[in-house]
């Protein structure tokens, strides 16, 4: 595939994508850390101690960075990929390099705010002296699933924004409904029975919930939502790339 | 041995109000089942020709004769709507001022950064970066961003970037006049070089007739989107100009 031939192009992207982010802030890097802190701290304000949701006896904050993890990581993938071919405009239309480079950078450039993200995890789980156990391990399948399911999604949106722009407004909407839909604020648990299989439609659920399920708790996940979210990570990335490649050309044309 | 090979190739391009679809035509189209109407015009028309290696060829032709769409089409930048294009090799195109840089790095992370969308590797970017920043002149000036550079200076960078990177085939479409005099000498020495060369492809255009019949062996003459004429240098460059007397 071409792709691997340019694969220090992404790299360039990606590096370019990062400075471009911290170089000029004040904290640098400290960001990719601050925005899922400080959401844990007011969801754990809002929905802890005024609401008390259900987080089945995990503490609530490291309930809910569990998710914020790889929700932030999904969300920012589809918010910022949807204007980036747009952004690049003078780049695209003048000189040909795999274009798929554009969306892919901006979801890696997301995964190295995960990662950062993560460490802060670490010492959560260390402070809130959570007992890891084997299903941890699990992460090696769920981390590329989310990988996915955020390559295609940036793929999609890219696409579809550089030809109606309109959805450059409606997307961190779409998003904002999305992580209502999914289980960050609350777990699964605490849904009524007649509604557990909608979430079936939701791709990151299963991902979410598994990643709680097998950090925190130790548990195996949910099989059948995780099931699902495997299908729709591979299905959309399959369609999304196959979109963005008969697409292409008509995007370059309008851009 | 064919270098580049255009069968039956068209392309058209949106003009006119209504240029942009949105959501509300594309969902307003659904509703009601009618397919809504965009204005369209032919830049190139049903072209076929072909272009060998170690050929320079130019291309004439008025403003809006779809000179620069075929340079684009040539280098992947646009894709036919009919007809196939099939190409051999590395393509280099200097097909506007700027073309490829990222106007917030500067002129030395540009290098790299352009170079590589070319196709190249890192190691070799960096074994050519020096003969780069020699030939451009723009030793001083380069660690500034290069939005901050003039026509003349992007002409420089993008001309020397493009042709140290060794590509199999270079199109330039007139960008090289924004370079002064001296510059354009350096240049057009080095495409001499690049053109001498039995195993490169040159695609030049320019309204600088002379200096066409100077460096092509071949020329076409362009016009309303398909080939008037194709042949001889010289003589294609001469026909042309009789075309253009008022």
Known sequence: ?255 | MTSIVFDRVSKQYFKGPRYFPSLRDFLGALATGKKVEYEKFYAVRDMTFAINRGESVGFVGNNGAGKTTLLKLISRVALPDRGTIKTEGKIAGLLELGAGFHPELTGRENIMFNGMLLGNSKQEMAEKYEKILEFSGLKSFIDMPVKHFSSGMYARLGFAVAIFTDPDVLLVDEVLSVGDEAFQNKCIEKMEVFFGSEQKTVVFVTHNLDLMKRFCNRVLWIDKGRIRSDGNAREVVDEYRKSQVV
């Not at chain 1, 071409?2 to 994508?17: A, G, M, T």
């Not at chain 1, 969306?103 to 890696?108: A, D, H, R, T």
Request: net charge positive.
């Open chain 1, 1 to 255: 595939m071409e792709l691997w031939q340019y694969k220090n192009l992404i790299w360039l992207f990606v590096q370019r994508d990062l400075q471009a982010r911290y170089k000029q802030t004040f904290l640098g890097v400290g960001w990719a850390v601050i925005q899922p802190l400080f959401l844990m701290l007011v969801f754990s304000l809002i929905f802890d101690k005024f609401l008390k949701v259900d987080s089945s006896g995990i503490p609530y904050p490291i309930f809910s960075y569990a998710a914020l993890l790889p929700w932030l990581f999904i969300s920012r993938s589809m918010n910022v990929a949807a204007t980036s071919l747009i952004g690049f405009k003078a780049l695209v239309t003048k000189v040909y390099f795999p274009r798929e480079i554009v969306p892919l950078s901006i979801m890696v450039s997301s995964l190295v705010d995960f990662a950062i993200g993560s460490l802060v995890f670490f010492i959560m789980l260390l402070h809130f002296k959570v007992d890891v156990g084997g299903w941890g391990l699990f992460l090696v399948f769920l981390v590329p699933m989310m990988i996915l399911l955020a390559g295609a999604l940036a793929l999609i949106v890219s696409t579809l924004t550089a030809i109606f722009r309109d959805l450059q407004f409606a997307m961190p909407l779409f998003v904002q409904l999305w992580m209502y839909a999914s289980p960050v604020i609350y777990g699964l648990q605490g849904i009524q029975k007649t509604y557990l299989p909608l979430f079936y439609l939701n791709p990151a659920a299963g991902i979410i919930d598994s990643f709680r399920r097998v950090i925190l708790l130790n548990q195996a996940p949910n099989w059948g939502l995780l099931a699902s979210s495997g299908i729709w990570a591979v299905g959309l990335f399959v369609f999304g790339y196959w979109l963005f490649k008969k697409l292409e050309g008509f995007v370059i044309d309008i851009l």
